[in-house]
C-alpha cells in the first residue's frame, strides 16, 4: 500500500475516531452515565488509527532506504570501533594475507572505505572494514562472492527486505559487540547462585508477610538496601556490557527475521543462520531483562529489589560461553549479507565499474580506462604489464603518485569487493604492498630516510614466499642525495624485479630510465605550458619524461623573478 494511501486512511480513522467521542459527548450532554459506553465505539478506530500509523512508519523507512540505494553515505566514522572485528579476529598465523598498515595507509583506504561503506549494521560495517583488509588468494571464492554481490543486489523484493531488516538492527549500542564475542568474556556479578537465590526469593517473603505484620516492612526495606548495593556494584563491575548485550540481543532477534525471508536463491546460507539463530534463541529473551528503564521509577525498584538484571546478567553470560561460536557465525553472517549490500550499492553509484577477469597461471596486469574512485572527474588510463615492471617518470603534480595509488586501489579492490574502477580489468592473484607515504617522526627520533629505509626493508622481508606480489613504490630514497639515490634504486628495482610479479615505480631521476634496463618499460605524465601557465591532462604516455618543470612552478605561483630567472640559468650552466 503506497504511503500517501496510507497516510490518508491514518486520518480518517484518527477523524471517525474523534467524531464518536465527540458525538458520544453531544448526545449525554457532557460526560455521563451512557458517555463511556458510547465513546468506546471510538476503540476500533483508534487500533485502525494505530495500525495505519506503523504501516505508515514502515513505508517511509523502505522509501528512504529506496533512496539512498547508490548513494555515498557521509556519517562520521571511528576507525577505532569500526576496526575491532578485524582486530579481534586477527592473530599472528592470519597477518601473511593482510593487507598491511602502511599500505592501507598509502591507498587513502580509510576514505575508500568510506565511499563504499553504505551498511546499516554494526557487524555489516566492521565485516565490510575486515574484507577490505583481507583480501582472497582465491579465484573461486572471489567469483562466488561476485554472484552472492549479485544476488542479493539485482532482485528488488530481496535487496528490500533484507535492508529493511538491517536497518532495524541498526547501529545503536553495538560498537563493542565483536570485543565481547571474541574477547574475554566480563565475570558474573554475583559467581554463586546459592548467594544471589536467596536475595531474590526473601523479599517475595517479606511482601507476602506485610499482610499479616507491619514490621515486615523493616525486613524488606533492608533487603532492598543490600540488593541496592548488589545491583549497583554489579553495575560498576560490568561497565557498560549492559549496552552491548542489548544490541547482542537484538541482533539474535533481527537475524531470525532475516533468517524467515522465503529467498530461494540463498536459502543455503539463510538455513545456516536459521540453525545459529535457534541454538541461542534463549539468549535473546535473557536480554529483555537489561532494558535501560529510563525515567521509569517504578521498574527502577523492581529491578533492584529483585535483583533482575543482576540476575540476567548472569546467566547471559553463561549462555555467552556455552554458544559463542554460533553467535561468532551469527555476527558474521549477518555482517556478510550487509556488506555484500553495501558493495552492490556502491557499485549502482560508481563513476565506472568492471569484474575482475583472474589469471592463475602468468602473472598478468592489464586494465582499460581505470581511475581512481576519490576523485570526482577522473582521468581514465590504460596499462597492459606482462613481465618485469614499470618505471613512471613526469614533472611535479602530474599525476604519478595518483597513478600508482589508482593501481594499488583497483588490485586491492579486484580481491576484495570484486569491483574494479575500470572499463576491462585483467589480474592475477596479487600480495599488493607500497611505499608511497613517508614523514619525519619526531617522536621516536626518526627521519625521513631512516624510516624510509626501515619500511623498505619489511617489504623486502615481506615477498620470501612464491606468491606474485605487486610492488608500488613512489620515488624511493628521495631524502638522500642524488648519486646514492640512483644507484640504491636501481639495485631495490632490480631485486624486486627478479620475483613473480610486477613493480611500478615512479621518479624524478631521468637516469634511472636509461641504467635500469630491458626489464621495466618506461611510461611518464606530461605538462602542457600555456599562456594561463602549467596544465595538466594526467594521461599516462609510453616512454620516459623529456620534460621538468619545478623552476617553471616557482614562476607560475609568484616567486620572485630576480629567483625564476637566476635558477633558469645556473640550471642551463649545469646541463653543460
Given at each position: 500500500?503506497?504511503?500517501?494511501?496510507?497516510?490518508?486512511?491514518?486520518?480518517?480513522?484518527?477523524?471517525i475516531?474523534?467524531?464518536?467521542?465527540?458525538?458520544?459527548?453531544?448526545?449525554?450532554?457532557?460526560?455521563?452515565?451512557?458517555?463511556?459506553?458510547?465513546?468506546?465505539?471510538?476503540?476500533?478506530f483508534l487500533?485502525?488509527?494505530?495500525?495505519?500509523?506503523?504501516?505508515?512508519?514502515k513505508?517511509?523507512?523502505?522509501?528512504?532506504?529506496?533512496?539512498?540505494?547508490?548513494?555515498?553515505?557521509?556519517?562520521?566514522?571511528?576507525?577505532?570501533?569500526?576496526?575491532?572485528?578485524?582486530?579481534?579476529?586477527?592473530?599472528?598465523?592470519?597477518?601473511?594475507?593482510?593487507?598491511?598498515?602502511?599500505?592501507?595507509?598509502?591507498l587513502?583506504?580509510?576514505?575508500?572505505?568510506?565511499?563504499i561503506?553504505?551498511?546499516?549494521?554494526?557487524?555489516?560495517?566492521?565485516?565490510?572494514?575486515?574484507?577490505?583488509?583481507?583480501?582472497?588468494?582465491d579465484?573461486?571464492?572471489?567469483?562466488?562472492?561476485?554472484?552472492?554481490?549479485?544476488?542479493?543486489?539485482?532482485?528488488?523484493?530481496?535487496?528490500?527486505?533484507?535492508?529493511?531488516?538491517?536497518?532495524?538492527?541498526?547501529?545503536?549500542?553495538?560498537?563493542?559487540?565483536?570485543?565481547?564475542?571474541?574477547?574475554?568474556?566480563?565475570?558474573?556479578?554475583?559467581r554463586?547462585?546459592?548467594?544471589?537465590?536467596?536475595?531474590?526469593?526473601?523479599?517475595?517473603?517479606?511482601?507476602?508477610?506485610?499482610?499479616?505484620?507491619?514490621?515486615?516492612?523493616?525486613?524488606?526495606?533492608?533487603?532492598?538496601?543490600?540488593?541496592?548495593a548488589?545491583?549497583?556494584?554489579?553495575?560498576?563491575?560490568?561497565?557498560?556490557?549492559?549496552?552491548?548485550?542489548?544490541?547482542?540481543?537484538?541482533?539474535?532477534?533481527?537475524?531470525?527475521?532475516?533468517?524467515?525471508?522465503d529467498?530461494?536463491?540463498?536459502?543455503?546460507?539463510?538455513?545456516?543462520?536459521?540453525?545459529?539463530?535457534?541454538?541461542?534463541?534463549?539468549?535473546?529473551?535473557?536480554?529483555?531483562?537489561?532494558?535501560?528503564?529510563?525515567?521509569?521509577?517504578?521498574?527502577?525498584?523492581?529491578?533492584?529489589?529483585?535483583?533482575?538484571?543482576?540476575?540476567?546478567?548472569?546467566?547471559?553470560?553463561?549462555?555467552?560461553?556455552?554458544?559463542?561460536?554460533?553467535?561468532?557465525?551469527?555476527?558474521?553472517?549477518?555482517?556478510?549479507?550487509?556488506?555484500?549490500?553495501?558493495?552492490?550499492?556502491?557499485?549502482?553509484?560508481?563513476?565506472?565499474?568492471?569484474?575482475?577477469?583472474?589469471?592463475?597461471?602468468?602473472?598478468?596486469?592489464?586494465?582499460?580506462?581505470?581511475?581512481?574512485?576519490?576523485?570526482?572527474?577522473?582521468?581514465?588510463?590504460?596499462?597492459?604489464?606482462?613481465?618485469?615492471?614499470?618505471?613512471?617518470?613526469?614533472?611535479?603534480?602530474?599525476?604519478?603518485?595518483?597513478?600508482?595509488?589508482?593501481?594499488?586501489?583497483?588490485?586491492?579492490?579486484?580481491?576484495?569487493?570484486?569491483?574494479?574502477?575500470?572499463?576491462?580489468?585483467?589480474?592475477?592473484?596479487?600480495?599488493?604492498?607500497?611505499?608511497?607515504?613517508?614523514?619525519d617522526?619526531?617522536?621516536?627520533?626518526?627521519?625521513?630516510?631512516?624510516?624510509?629505509?626501515?619500511?623498505?626493508?619489511k617489504?623486502?622481508?615481506?615477498?620470501?614466499?612464491?606468491?606474485?606480489?605487486?610492488?608500488?613504490?613512489?620515488?624511493?630514497?628521495?631524502?638522500?642525495?642524488?648519486?646514492?639515490?640512483?644507484?640504491?634504486?636501481?639495485?631495490?628495482?632490480?631485486?624486486?624485479?627478479?620475483?613473480?610479479?610486477?613493480?611500478?615505480?615512479?621518479?624524478?631521476?631521468?637516469?634511472?630510465?636509461?641504467?635500469?634496463?630491458?626489464?621495466?618499460?618506461?611510461?611518464?605524465?606530461?605538462?602542457?605550458?600555456?599562456?594561463?601557465?602549467?596544465?595538466?591532462?594526467?594521461?599516462?604516455?609510453?616512454?620516459?619524461?623529456?620534460?621538468?618543470?619545478?623552476?617553471?612552478?616557482?614562476?607560475?605561483?609568484?616567486?620572485?623573478?630576480?629567483?625564476?630567472?637566476?635558477?633558469?640559468?645556473?640550471?642551463?650552466?649545469?646541463?653543460?
Amino acid at each position: 500500500m503506497k504511503t500517501k494511501r496510507i497516510k490518508i486512511l491514518l486520518i480518517s480513522s484518527l477523524g471517525i475516531s474523534l467524531l464518536v467521542i465527540i458525538g458520544a459527548f453531544l448526545i449525554n450532554g457532557g460526560v455521563r452515565e451512557n458517555y463511556f459506553w458510547q465513546a468506546s465505539l471510538s476503540l476500533p478506530f483508534l487500533f485502525l488509527a494505530y495500525n495505519f500509523h506503523r504501516r505508515l512508519k514502515k513505508s517511509e523507512r523502505r522509501l528512504r532506504l529506496a533512496r539512498e540505494w547508490g548513494i555515498t553515505d557521509l556519517r562520521k566514522r571511528d576507525f577505532e570501533e569500526i576496526g575491532l572485528h578485524f582486530r579481534m579476529t586477527t592473530n599472528e598465523k592470519t597477518t601473511w594475507d593482510l593487507l598491511d598498515d602502511r599500505t592501507w595507509d598509502d591507498l587513502d583506504m580509510n576514505l575508500i572505505y568510506s565511499r563504499i561503506d553504505r551498511t546499516l549494521s554494526v557487524p555489516g560495517e566492521q565485516v565490510l572494514y575486515t574484507i577490505l583488509r583481507r583480501p582472497l588468494f582465491d579465484a573461486q571464492g572471489l567469483l562466488e562472492r561476485d554472484r552472492w554481490i549479485r544476488l542479493l543486489s539485482q532482485n528488488e523484493e530481496t535487496k528490500n527486505n533484507l535492508r529493511y531488516i538491517l536497518d532495524m538492527l541498526g547501529r545503536k549500542e553495538g560498537q563493542q559487540l565483536a570485543g565481547l564475542l571474541w574477547g574475554n568474556l566480563p565475570e558474573a556479578a554475583i559467581r554463586s547462585r546459592l548467594l544471589y537465590i536467596p536475595l531474590v526469593f526473601i523479599p517475595a517473603l517479606f511482601v507476602f508477610a506485610l499482610t499479616y505484620h507491619p514490621w515486615a516492612w523493616f525486613g524488606l526495606l533492608a533487603v532492598f538496601i543490600l540488593n541496592m548495593a548488589i545491583h549497583y556494584i554489579a553495575k560498576r563491575a560490568t561497565g557498560d556490557c549492559f549496552a552491548t548485550l542489548r544490541y547482542l540481543g537484538s541482533l539474535i532477534f533481527w537475524a531470525g527475521k532475516l533468517a524467515r525471508l522465503d529467498i530461494p536463491l540463498l536459502r543455503e546460507k539463510i538455513s545456516a543462520l536459521a540453525q545459529n539463530v535457534s541454538a541461542v534463541s534463549a539468549l535473546a529473551k535473557r536480554t529483555t531483562f537489561l532494558a535501560p528503564g529510563g525515567n521509569d521509577a517504578f521498574y527502577d525498584y523492581i529491578n533492584i529489589l529483585f535483583l533482575t538484571e543482576v540476575r540476567a546478567f548472569n546467566r547471559i553470560i553463561k549462555l555467552i560461553e556455552r554458544n559463542r561460536q554460533g553467535l561468532k557465525d551469527i555476527f558474521e553472517q549477518v555482517g556478510s549479507i550487509d556488506a555484500m549490500l553495501a558493495i552492490g550499492s556502491y557499485r549502482a553509484g560508481a563513476f565506472v565499474y568492471c569484474c575482475p577477469f583472474f589469471k592463475e597461471f602468468h602473472p598478468i596486469l592489464e586494465f582499460d580506462a581505470a581511475v581512481h574512485p576519490l576523485l570526482e572527474m577522473p582521468t581514465p588510463n590504460s596499462l597492459s604489464l606482462n613481465s618485469g615492471g614499470a618505471l613512471i617518470t613526469g614533472s611535479n603534480m602530474s599525476g604519478k603518485t595518483t597513478f600508482l595509488k589508482m593501481v594499488g586501489v583497483n588490485a586491492v579492490f579486484a580481491q576484495t569487493i570484486v569491483t574494479c574502477s575500470a572499463n576491462q580489468y585483467q589480474t592475477s592473484i596479487f600480495r599488493v604492498r607500497s611505499l608511497i607515504g613517508r614523514q619525519d617522526n619526531l617522536i621516536e627520533g626518526k627521519s625521513y630516510y631512516l624510516d624510509e629505509i626501515q619500511s623498505l626493508l619489511k617489504l623486502l622481508k615481506s615477498g620470501n614466499d612464491s606468491a606474485p606480489h605487486l610492488y608500488l613504490l613512489d620515488e624511493l630514497f628521495r631524502g638522500t642525495n642524488s648519486a646514492e639515490r640512483i644507484a640504491s634504486s636501481i639495485e631495490i628495482l632490480h631485486y624486486l624485479g627478479k620475483r613473480k610479479g610486477y613493480v611500478l615505480a615512479s621518479t624524478h631521476d631521468l637516469e634511472i630510465t636509461e641504467l635500469i634496463g630491458p626489464g621495466f618499460a618506461n611510461y611518464h605524465f606530461r605538462e602542457e605550458i600555456g599562456e594561463e601557465g602549467i596544465a595538466f591532462n594526467y594521461k599516462l604516455l609510453s616512454g620516459p619524461s623529456t620534460t621538468r618543470n619545478a623552476i617553471k612552478l616557482l614562476r607560475h605561483v609568484g616567486y620572485p623573478q630576480e629567483i625564476v630567472e637566476a635558477a633558469e640559468k645556473r640550471l642551463e650552466s649545469l646541463a653543460r
